[in-house]
């Protein structure tokens, strides 16, 4: 039996708020002022817990919705029972207790502040004596009992007013002490807790929290006359006289939608509410645009603000940019001297002029020098572009300088096609992670793309889409009249092409690559995202690890 005892629209306090700030203020602060919240399988397993055991004592099962605006809290206590007259609120977990020095089964202090809260919510409500809470830890099927006097009603007293402080705060607080408390964390992906570590202390050992993988799929649309809609839970794409193919929401990580396909209104609502991303690429490869679904976020975005709005970060996180890159591209023609003897005085001047420029980025008091110095370094990087390419491969497939809008040759056309494709997925990592992609550090606002997700394509150029180029070139991956179309002096991606390069460019995304500062191994797809959340924390107080993903 469901009831509401009490509403009001005056702002309170959850209760799970209260039981989330005595377990770890960090974790309050993301979730209360932030507004992020995540899921792992201890989230899930204890929703499957509460349903089983509502099915199971619905005779003896009651839930209240309480509200107290004196007190400030609300929530609805997981069951709620009569005995001997008095009204005892229940809290079910499903991991093990604590255990004292004599191995006596206690409730875990966040637990604890959880029941009493909740018995303070029904003395202040209903005008009645709570004696006590109880608690059951079911992996150790053992039932913790809490009593509730006046020490316990000060304990909630006083936590409902530190927490009311933290949660005007416009600084996040810094990870726990307790390292601990981290591993079962839902929110450990989004605190990144171990990189906040390694960023304070250069000898900590991390754990990798991050998760490894985003098992959902990037679904690519790339039929022009195609209709993607909704039917329930799911996500139904009709391709003309094709059999319709049907994809449960739950496994779709990205839609995106190539050259004129569609997408309806119900469909856009589904992604939105499911966090999947939507995003559209022309038919020429450009990428247009993306579903903007964040919600919340507002602190950190203002954050954000603070922070690039500052000269001088600003132009030290270019600066990391700028070498990012620099370095990355002088590695990837250092290796094409390992094989190409016949090159190697010319790719040697080249790589030798880079160094010299790269050792001058740290020395630069502008964002215009530096951009002096990326052009130049762009310009002797594709000048050693053409040494990667394989004798074996046509002239057709060659480089001979890098053109864009639109592209003059198809060497160019890949390379403008996994642009394209990267930025989108940067977009897509900005967007996950809620922060503003119009905002940045280095690029200056234009009309084509966001300065931010610019800004952080810089660092995965690279490894994402250089070298995915040379390699499918040199493989001679690619026909030429099946793959490209030509007209008058541009080229484009056929169809064909542009289903190989997505399957290229994915296949790239899901190997590993071992980040060189926080010593585990990610699939680039999660680097994207990582990548995200470490500039975050240059103006969170805990910098040091953004733009390290230089190639080896």
């Given at each position: 039996?469901?009831?509401?005892?009490?509403?009001?629209?005056?702002?309170?306090?959850r209760?799970?708020?209260?039981?989330?700030?005595?377990?770890?203020?960090?974790?309050?602060?993301?979730?209360?002022?932030?507004?992020?919240?995540?899921?792992?399988?201890?989230?899930?397993?204890?929703?499957r817990?509460?349903?089983?055991?509502?099915?199971?004592?619905?005779?003896?099962?009651?839930?209240?919705?309480?509200?107290?605006?004196?007190?400030?809290?609300?929530?609805?206590?997981?069951?709620?029972?009569?005995?001997?007259?008095?009204?005892?609120?229940?809290?079910?977990?499903?991991?093990?207790?604590?255990?004292?020095?004599?191995?006596?089964p206690?409730?875990?202090?966040?637990?604890?502040?959880?029941?009493?809260?909740?018995?303070?919510?029904?003395?202040?409500?209903?005008?009645?004596?709570v004696?006590?809470?109880?608690?059951?830890?079911?992996?150790?099927?053992?039932?913790?009992?809490?009593?509730?006097?006046?020490?316990?009603?000060?304990?909630?007293?006083?936590?409902?007013?530190?927490?009311?402080?933290?949660?005007?705060?416009?600084?996040?607080?810094?990870?726990?002490?307790?390292?601990?408390?981290c591993?079962?964390?839902?929110?450990?992906?989004?605190?990144?807790?171990?990189?906040?570590?390694?960023?304070?202390?250069?000898?900590?050992?991390?754990?990798?929290?991050?998760?490894?993988?985003?098992?959902?799929?990037?679904?690519?649309?790339?039929?022009?006359?195609?209709?993607?809609?909704?039917?329930?839970?799911?996500?139904?794409?009709?391709?003309?006289?094709?059999?319709?193919?049907?994809?449960?929401?739950?496994?779709?990580?990205?839609?995106?939608?190539?050259?004129?396909?569609?997408?309806?209104?119900?469909?856009?609502?589904?992604?939105?509410?499911?966090?999947?991303?939507?995003?559209?690429?022309?038919?020429?490869?450009?990428?247009?645009?993306?579903?903007?679904?964040?919600?919340?976020?507002?602190?950190?975005?203002?954050?954000?603000?603070?922070?690039?709005t500052?000269?001088?970060q600003?132009?030290?996180?270019a600066?990391?940019?700028?070498?990012?890159?620099?370095?990355?591209?002088?590695?990837?023609?250092?290796?094409?001297?390992?094989?190409?003897?016949?090159?190697?005085?010319?790719?040697?001047?080249?790589?030798?002029?880079?160094?010299?420029?790269?050792?001058?980025?740290?020395?630069?008091?502008?964002?215009?020098?530096?951009?002096?110095?990326?052009?130049?370094?762009?310009?002797?990087?594709?000048s050693?572009?053409?040494?990667?390419?394989?004798?074996?491969?046509?002239?057709?497939?060659?480089?001979n300088?890098?053109?864009?809008?639109?592209?003059?040759?198809?060497?160019?056309?890949?390379?403008?096609?996994?642009?394209g494709?990267?930025?989108?997925?940067?977009?897509?990592?900005?967007?996950?992670?809620?922060?503003?992609?119009?905002?940045?550090?280095?690029?200056?606002?234009?009309?084509?793309?966001?300065?931010?997700?610019?800004?952080?394509?810089?660092?995965?150029?690279?490894?994402?889409?250089?070298?995915?180029?040379?390699a499918?070139?040199n493989?001679m991956?690619?026909?030429?009249d099946?793959?490209?179309?030509?007209?008058?002096?541009?080229?484009?991606?056929?169809?064909?092409?542009?289903?190989?390069?997505?399957?290229?460019?994915?296949?790239?995304?899901?190997?590993?690559?071992k980040?060189?500062?926080?010593?585990?191994?990610l699939?680039?797809?999660?680097?994207?995202?990582?990548?995200?959340?470490?500039?975050?924390?240059?103006?969170?107080?805990?910098?040091?690890?953004?733009?390290?993903?230089?190639?080896?």
């Open positions: 039996m469901e009831q509401t005892v009490a509403s009001a629209e005056t702002e309170t306090l209760v799970n708020s209260l039981h989330a700030f005595a377990y770890c203020q960090r974790l309050f602060y993301l979730e209360e002022v932030e507004e992020l919240y995540t899921q792992n399988e201890s989230v899930f397993a204890g929703r817990l509460h349903a089983e055991l509502q099915k199971l004592e619905r005779e003896d099962w009651q839930e209240f919705n309480l509200e107290s605006v004196a007190l400030g809290l609300r929530g609805r206590v997981d069951a709620l029972r009569t005995l001997e007259g008095h009204l005892i609120p229940y809290e079910h977990k499903i991991g093990r207790c604590y255990r004292d020095r004599q191995q006596q206690q409730a875990w202090h966040s637990d604890r502040v959880q029941i009493l809260a909740y018995a303070c919510l029904l003395e202040t409500v209903l005008g009645v004596t004696p006590e809470g109880r608690i059951h830890y079911h992996r150790d099927n053992v039932t913790v009992r809490v009593p509730v006097d006046e020490a316990g009603r000060q304990l909630v007293r006083d936590t409902i007013e530190q927490a009311r402080q933290l949660r005007a705060s416009l600084e996040r607080p810094p990870v726990c002490r307790n390292e601990r408390l591993l079962n964390c839902s929110l450990a992906p989004v605190c990144l807790p171990e990189e906040a570590r390694l960023a304070r202390d250069p000898e900590h050992l991390p754990l990798r929290l991050f998760p490894r993988d985003d098992e959902r799929e990037i679904i690519h649309v790339t039929a022009g006359k195609a209709l993607i809609r909704r039917a329930g839970e799911q996500l139904r794409i009709a391709i003309d006289d094709e059999p319709e193919q049907k994809l449960p929401i739950q496994q779709v990580g990205q839609i995106v939608i190539h050259k004129f396909a569609q997408i309806t209104t119900p469909a856009i609502h589904l992604c939105a509410y499911q966090d999947v991303g939507v995003h559209f690429i022309s038919s020429g490869g450009r990428y247009i645009g993306s579903i903007d679904n964040r919600k919340g976020s507002i602190q950190r975005r203002i954050r954000q603000y603070q922070a690039l500052n000269p001088d600003c132009l030290r996180l600066q990391l940019l700028v070498n990012c890159r620099g370095q990355s591209q002088r590695r990837l023609l250092l290796r094409a001297q390992r094989n190409r003897q016949d090159a190697l005085p010319a790719l040697q001047e080249i790589t030798t002029q880079m160094e010299q420029l790269l050792d001058t980025i740290s020395h630069t008091d502008s964002l215009e020098a530096l951009r002096g110095i990326e052009g130049h370094l762009a310009a002797l990087y594709f050693g572009l053409p040494y990667l390419i394989g004798d074996q491969v046509p002239e057709k497939l060659h480089f300088g890098r053109n864009r809008r639109p592209p003059q040759d198809r060497f160019n056309a890949l390379l403008s096609f996994g642009y494709m990267l930025l989108k997925d940067v977009m897509n990592a900005i967007l996950t992670v809620g922060l503003e992609p119009a905002f940045g550090f280095y690029h200056q606002p234009r009309t084509q793309a966001p300065p931010l997700a610019l800004d952080l394509m810089e660092i995965f150029r690279v490894p994402l889409v250089d070298m995915v180029v040379i499918s070139i493989r991956q690619w026909n030429f099946e793959c490209f179309e030509v007209c008058r002096d541009h080229v484009w991606l056929s169809d064909d092409g542009r289903r190989k390069f997505i399957q290229l460019y994915e296949a790239r995304k899901g190997e590993m690559w980040h060189p500062v926080t010593n585990y191994s699939t680039y797809r999660r680097l994207l995202e990582l990548e995200v959340r470490l500039l975050e924390k240059e103006w969170c107080g805990e910098a040091g690890l953004f733009g390290k993903l230089i190639l080896r």
